[in-house]
């Protein structure tokens, strides 16, 4: 599966977003190291603060059906009903889900939706984090 795969799985789990109250669709589309993806949206609620980002929709889904070992996430967002144009990074606390399952070099592919793929890492967008490896120590 290619980065750009990823995306366009991504970009068709943004298509389930629940947004009344941001309006803001996001998508993301999470693989597996056996080669597995599990898609999530993001499901807003009415107090807001129980609102469930698209990729911890994702990752949920995933570790409930028993999956631990994760090779890639893919994330788009921008405004509902029109096409993603700009990059949507994950927020902090979807940062710290990733970093609870994957370890410094799980990808991270973001896009604009032109075709392109910005490819980072946990480690580069959650660098010096803290991690369960710490409570053991
Ligand atoms: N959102 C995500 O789903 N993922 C992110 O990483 C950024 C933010 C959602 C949460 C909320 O439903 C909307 O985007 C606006 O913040």
Do not use: W
């Not at 389930?16 to 807003?44: D, M, R, W």
């Not at 994760?70 to 509902?80: D, H, L, S, W």
């Not at 994950?90 to 609870?100: D, L, Y």
């Not at 392109?116 to 369960?132: C, R």
């Amino acid at each position: 599966m290619t980065s750009l795969e990823l995306v366009n799985l991504a970009i068709e789990a943004r298509e389930h977003a629940y947004v009344p109250y941001s309006n803001f669709a996001v998508g993301a589309a999470l693989l597996t190291k056996e080669g597995k993806v599990y898609q999530g949206c993001n499901i807003e609620n009415s107090s807001y603060g129980a609102t469930n980002c698209a990729e911890r929709t994702a990752f949920f889904t995933a570790v409930y059906q028993g999956e631990r070992n994760f090779e890639a996430i893919a994330i788009v967002g921008g405004k509902a009903g029109e096409p993603v144009h700009e990059l949507c990074a994950p927020c902090g606390i979807c940062r710290q889900v990733m970093r609870e399952f994957c370890k410094d070099d799980f990808k991270i592919f973001l896009s604009k939706g032109d075709g392109t793929v910005l490819e980072t890492t946990l480690t580069q967008l959650l660098p010096l984090s803290f991690s369960k490896e710490d409570l053991e120590r």
